[in-house]
């Protein structure tokens, strides 16, 4: 038999031509599917409208018009209709589904662009080998196609999923398509869970192609902050997520034995990836930073991918001298495509300032050309001071007018004109603090009547401490252990572990990053179990305590009581879903695959586990919060998530909404309201720290463990707020959850205030409670999981 392509002809058989198509191998049976594999977005409508009765969709929309098509625009306001006919409570949850859409498709599109620029050298049959410890390797994978992969090619037909399904949600935005705000809504939350799906994905496939960590415990450390760049020798600093790039500028420093000569800093989860694999490298700042990094003049090239760059991105190193390669064509600012070009021309090119920076689309060609770039930059630029001298310094101080123009432009409303006073007047500390604070928008500068380059004066009064800015941070250690789950499911579920707090997004805090640090730091000194992804990982890492320790030098990442975990890049937060799926799987022995609101059910009930997203600024951090959401994981947004517009608040006083069934007899209960919110925005760190620790809260605790969460809610209450949580007596359940160091004077205070019952010889609630302790209860929101439907 010959062989010709994909055609065969048999001798004696010339006239028959067979054709064999692409040949599927069957999927090994590991698991029964479940009723929802690939689910479509009307597939798990009925679960979504579960948690919409729950917590009911709340908008502040930004203004009262629809104007996204030539019928307006349509004045929305007073219960008034488009042209269209739609509502404005229909208009925000469209407006959220497209927050949603760019979010979940820029975490899909790295993915799929990661394999586009890698197959061509590696092939797609590289294997998933995540080692002996990690039997589910791909949680969302399962759980949501169940597809179980064992190579990046079992991802091409997730991808395929993913792509098709984010097509038929954006053809939803249309107009004339849908006009119910709860259906806008459960399709945003189809979209999040796309978005998680995306992650995991794109963290898998780079983990496969780079080798990356497998979720190993003790991460080595690498320094984080400005003070952490050599400026003596030549630096490349890379911005945004696509890491192939900067991994062709790791190998040509390796193969070069350059890798002391030329440093490599980053922004972002570039950075974060590069240090998952190359310890030389170093993070100067999450995204919060980047137009004080650049402006700050420490590159000699700049090498930017995708995803939270700044569309100003080349004027503001034009401003330092800095050239600028692209390597993504999904942001190309203008530059010519050099890509297949000579190298050594480009190089030279650049260095003569022909060009202010050019394309190179190929990441393979990136690292021969940013790092000769950078040697022979350094020497022509290490000339120049980027940093304002003294005398521009207080000329610009002098000019400033205290006109406020800048403060009424500052998003987190600085009195930059005062602290340019003090300045003068000597006194340096109101701007230095302001450069922690600021939020690095540039909109100052605009408004400024006298054209004070404000941000190079934060930087200028800024710059001992920036030298000395030198944290510690782990490399990103990936996805949670099999292992590790094994021993951590009892505690979480019973709750004697009192949760899984997950900080997640970008910087854009209301006080600088030393919230991050404190939230971290506080939720970790108690027990929680704290995972941290992207720019909140790389935030936290700068601040260090009395005895110079960071918070990952003073916690263990192990995953298990009281550690702190850099999972890796944002990406890489799908791991963090991961493992409350994993606790299903492996501690309670749920059926995972195609199974998602089964599993969901599980988490809402059962993992006490809170996501907080203090700086959220991009749309992707609108997609990663609502597919926590449909996870059943509560999350909190600081005063600038509101800006999304939508929460979904759950109303403790309407009992009718904390209904669910017990599983060993269908039977309907009343239960305390926990979680109470799905999606809620706090407005200060002191009200976010004892929020967190109430949405850890589940219906399913044991006593010791709802005495545990009980305990660090009260605390943290008392500690932040200096009251007793208001609402705290919902979680009582019987005298067994009461804090035991005051029990009797809870108690107390349940009779005094809340008209309770207690049997003082016995010290036993009698009446009160909404429910009581049941140690075998077995809640549940699905019908589908009561006796009679089974």
């Not at 927050?99 to 662009?113: D, E, N, T, Y």
């Not at 650049?294 to 090239?301: H, L, S, T, Y």
């Not at 008392?718 to 035991?740: A, F, G, N, Q």
Request: proline letters at 6%; a negative charge.
């Amino acid at each position: 038999m010959e062989e010709i392509g994909g055609k065969f002809k048999i001798e004696g058989w010339e006239n028959v031509q067979i054709n064999i198509g692409k040949v599927e191998e069957e999927e090994e049976e590991w698991e029964p599917m479940g009723p929802y594999p690939m689910p479509k977005m009307a597939d798990l409508r009925n679960w979504d409208y579960k948690l919409l009765n729950r917590y009911k969709p709340f908008y502040a929309p930004l203004c009262d018009v629809c104007a996204l098509c030539t019928y307006g625009k349509c004045d929305l306001s007073g219960n008034k209709y488009g042209a269209c006919g739609i509502r404005m409570d229909a208009m925000q949850g469209r407006i959220v589904l497209l927050a949603c859409l760019v979010g979940a498709s820029a975490h899909m599109a790295h993915g799929r662009h990661m394999i586009h620029d890698l197959e061509h050298r590696w092939g797609v049959d590289v294997p998933l080998d995540l080692g002996t410890e990690i039997n589910v390797p791909a949680p969302l994978t399962q759980l949501i196609t169940g597809i179980k992969p064992k190579s990046i090619r079992d991802f091409l037909p997730v991808l395929d999923y993913i792509e098709e399904n984010i097509v038929q949600l954006a053809d939803a935005l249309h107009t004339g398509q849908e006009g119910s705000a709860d259906d806008f809504e459960s399709k945003a939350l189809q979209m999040g869970m796309l978005d998680s799906l995306g992650k995991e994905v794109a963290d898998m496939v780079q983990i496969a192609y780079y080798n990356m960590p497998h979720g190993e415990s003790n991460q080595p450390f690498f320094e984080v902050g400005m003070g952490s760049i050599d400026t003596n020798k030549p630096t490349i600093i890379v911005i945004g997520h696509n890491a192939p790039p900067s991994f062709d500028i790791v190998d040509y420093l390796t193969e070069k034995g350059l890798e002391d000569e030329v440093e490599l800093g980053g922004i972002c989860c570039t950075s974060i990836d590069i240090t998952r694999k190359y310890q030389k490298a170093k993070i100067a700042s999450g995204l919060g930073r980047q137009l004080r990094v650049i402006r700050a003049g420490f590159a000699d090239v700049i090498v930017i991918d995708e995803q939270c760059i700044r569309a100003d991105i080349l004027k503001q190193a034009k401003i330092v001298g800095s050239p600028v390669i692209c390597t993504n064509d999904k942001a190309m600012h203008g530059l010519v495509d050099r890509t297949g070009d000579d190298q050594d021309e480009i190089i030279d090119d650049l260095v003569e300032g022909r060009v202010p920076g050019v394309v190179i689309l190929d990441p393979f060609q990136v690292g021969k050309v940013a790092v000769e770039v950078a040697r022979k930059m350094h020497p022509k630029r290490a000339k120049k001071e980027y940093i304002l001298s003294d005398e521009a310094f207080k000329e610009y101080l002098e000019s400033c007018t205290m006109c406020g123009s800048c403060t009424f432009a500052c998003p987190q409303g600085l009195r930059i004109g005062g602290a340019n006073k003090k300045a003068l007047e000597g006194d340096l500390e109101p701007l230095i603090k302001m450069f922690d604070q600021c939020v690095g928008c540039g909109r100052c500068e605009q408004v400024c009547k006298k054209h004070i380059p404000i941000v190079d004066v934060m930087v200028k009064a800024a710059r001992p401490v920036i030298e000395k800015e030198k944290g510690k941070m782990r490399a990103g250690r990936g996805p949670v252990r099999d292992t590790e789950i094994r021993q951590v499911g009892a505690p979480l579920v019973l709750g004697t572990i009192p949760g899984i707090i997950a900080p997640i997004g970008c910087g854009n805090y209301p006080n600088g990053t030393k919230d991050v640090y404190t939230i971290v730091d506080e939720f970790a000194s108690r027990g929680y179990i704290v995972t941290l992804t992207g720019c909140m990982a790389i935030d936290c890492g700068f601040h260090l305590d009395d005895e110079g320790k960071s918070v990952y030098e003073k916690y263990p990442d192990d995953f298990d009581k009281g550690c702190v975990l850099n999972i890796g890049s944002c990406v890489a937060n799908a791991h963090i879903h991961g493992a409350a799926i994993k606790v299903a799987s492996i501690f309670a022995r749920r059926q995972i695959r195609g199974n998602y609101d089964e599993i969901a059910d599980y988490i809402i009930n059962r993992v006490g586990a809170c996501g907080v997203a203090w700086g959220a600024m991009s749309q992707k951090a609108a997609s990663i919060a609502t597919g926590f959401n449909r996870l059943g994981v509560p999350a909190v947004v600081g005063p600038h998530g509101v800006k999304y517009r939508r929460a979904f608040l759950g109303r403790r006083d309407l009992p009718e909404r904390w209904k669910v069934y017990d599983t060993r007899n269908g039977e309907e209960l009343y239960c305390e309201p926990c979680p109470e919110h799905l999606l809620v925005a706090a407005e200060t760190i002191e009200e976010c720290l004892p929020l967190m620790a109430k949405l850890c809260f589940r219906v399913a605790d044991t006593s010791p463990g709802r005495m545990i969460k009980l305990t660090h809610y009260i605390d943290l209450s008392m500690k932040y707020l200096k009251i007793m949580p208001p609402d705290w007596h919902l979680y009582v359940r019987s005298e067994t959850d009461l804090p035991l160091a005051k029990k009797e004077y809870y108690l107390q205070l349940l009779e005094e205030e809340q008209d309770w019952k207690i049997d003082w010889k016995t010290k036993k609630i009698i009446s009160g409670p909404v429910k009581g302790v049941d140690p075998s209860f077995n809640p549940t929101l699905l019908e589908r999981l009561l006796p009679e439907k089974r």
